[in-house]
T-cell receptor, first 115, second 114 residues
Framework: AAGVIQSPRHLIKEKRETATLKCYPI?????VYWYQQGPGQDPQFLIS???????DKGSIPDRFSAQQFSDYHSELNMSSLELGDSALYFC??????????????FGPGTRLTVT | AQKITQTQPGMFVQEKEAVTLDCTYD???????LFWYKQPSSGEMIFLIY??????QNATEGRYSLNFQKARKSANLVISASQLGDSAMYFC???????????FGRGTSLIVHP
C-alpha cells in the first residue's frame, strides 16, 4: 500500500540558510500534519492542513511557513535556519472520511542538520 | 497538564518474553482514539495499533495488543514474544476528536536482550 512520502530524507544546511521539506500524503487523504522531533523528544505538532486550508497551528516558529497544494502535497519552508532547528521533521496524513478516521500515518521523516 | 503519560523512560526485556508498556491518558471527551507508534533508531514513526474509545474489545495486531481500561484511563501496549527487532522507542498518542491534533507521550525506550 502507498505510504506517506517525504523528501529529502536527509538535509544539511548552514545557519541562516533556507530549507524546503516536501510531503506527499497517502492518496485520498485530505489532511496533512507537520511535526518536529528534537533529539530524545516526542514529536511536537507544527501545523496542519485540511483540504488545502490551514486547519491548526501548533508551535511553528514565524520563520517557518507551510502550504498544501492542489495535488495535496505539502511543503514546509524554513528560513533563517538556526542550530536549534536541527531535528527530525515528520509529515503525517489522515482522512476524515476513513473508517478509522482518527488514524494518522507518518512518513519516514526528514532529518535536518543545521551547522 | 500532560494528556498522555508514559511513566517508563526505559524498559528491558528478555527475548521471547512478553512486555507491557504503560500509558495513561487524560480527557473529558467521550470520543477519542488511542495509538501506539514504534520508532526504531532509523527514526521513522511506525503505526502499531489503534483503540477507539467506544470499542468494546481490546485491539490486537499480531504480537501487539492494547490493554484498554477505560475507567482507569489506561491504554497499555503488550508485546508478546519479544524479538530483538522490537528494540525501539514506543510512543503512546491520543486524539480527542478527528479534528483535533494528536497528543504524544514522552515515549518509552524498549531494549530486548538476547
Amino acid at each position: 500500500a502507498a505510504g506517506v512520502i517525504q523528501s529529502p530524507r536527509h538535509l544539511i544546511k548552514e545557519k541562516r540558510e533556507t530549507a524546503t521539506l516536501k510531503c506527499y500524503p497517502i492518496p485520498r487523504h485530505d489532511t496533512v500534519y507537520w511535526y518536529q522531533q528534537g533529539p530524545g523528544q516526542d514529536p511536537q505538532f507544527l501545523i496542519s492542513f485540511y483540504e488545502k486550508m490551514q486547519s491548526d497551528k501548533g508551535s511553528i516558529p514565524d520563520r517557518f511557513s507551510a502550504q498544501q497544494f492542489s495535488d495535496y502535497h505539502s511543503e514546509l519552508n524554513m528560513s533563517s535556519l538556526e542550530l536549534g532547528d536541527s531535528a527530525l521533521y515528520f509529515c503525517a496524513s489522515s482522512s476524515r472520511g476513513a473508517p478509522l478516521h482518527y488514524e494518522q500515518y507518518f512518513g519516514p521523516g526528514t532529518r535536518l542538520t543545521v551547522t | 497538564a500532560q494528556k498522555i503519560t508514559q511513566t517508563q523512560p526505559g524498559m528491558f526485556v528478555q527475548e521471547k518474553e512478553a512486555v507491557t508498556l504503560d500509558c495513561t491518558y487524560d480527557t473529558s471527551d467521550p470520543s477519542y482514539g488511542l495509538f501506539w507508534y514504534k520508532q526504531p533508531s532509523s527514526g521513522e514513526m511506525i503505526f502499531l495499533i489503534y483503540q477507539g474509545s467506544y470499542d468494546q474489545q481490546n485491539a490486537t495486531e499480531g504480537r501487539y495488543s492494547l490493554n484498554f481500561q477505560k475507567a482507569r484511563k489506561s491504554a497499555n501496549l503488550v508485546i508478546s514474544a519479544s524479538q530483538l527487532g522490537d528494540s525501539a522507542m514506543y510512543f503512546c498518542a491520543m486524539r480527542e476528536d478527528p479534528l483535533l491534533i494528536p497528543t504524544f507521550g514522552r515515549g518509552t525506550s524498549l531494549i530486548v536482550h538476547p
